[in-house]
Nanobody, 122 residues
Framework: QVQLVESGGGLVQTGGSLRLSCAAS????????VGWFRQAPGKEREFVAV????????IYTDSVKGRFTISRDNAKSMVYLQMDSLKPEDTAVYYC???????????????WGQGTPVTVSS
């Protein structure tokens, strides 16, 4: 079993940056894929980014390509989402999620954190 806790959200102006962190507990963390998702008010939860366990492959949703970077540190059981050049449309609650599958489909993920809110002001 994996428990996830996100942090690093907050209020930032357009063009600013934030780094979200996802702290994982569980001895088998290194065997889980961890992805980032977000949910804006009134909208469905959507995929943002995921990294393959090997670290050699990443997938980003089109709207964040070139602006967001996912990374992980297995020694610290941490996954990060560096968010640069933030836009008001990035405003959402951001979640990290873990599963054995390398997938962009939210419903395929077994473990979820509680979320951290990000607000980008115009």
């Amino acid at each position: 079993q994996v428990q996830l806790v996100e942090s690093g959200g907050g209020l930032v102006q357009t063009g600013g940056s934030l780094r979200l962190s996802c702290a994982a507990s569980g001895r088998t963390f290194s065997t889980y894929v961890v992805g980032w998702f977000r949910q804006a008010p009134g909208k469905e939860r959507e995929f943002v980014a995921v990294m393959h366990l090997s670290g050699t492959s990443t997938i980003y949703t089109d709207s964040v390509k070139g602006r967001f970077t996912i990374s992980r540190d297995n020694a610290k059981s941490m996954v990060y989402l560096q968010m640069d050049s933030l836009k008001p449309e990035d405003t959402a609650v951001y979640y990290c999620a873990a599963d054995r599958s390398y997938t962009v489909v939210p419903s395929r993920y077994t473990y979820w954190g509680q979320g951290t809110p990000v607000t980008v002001s115009s």
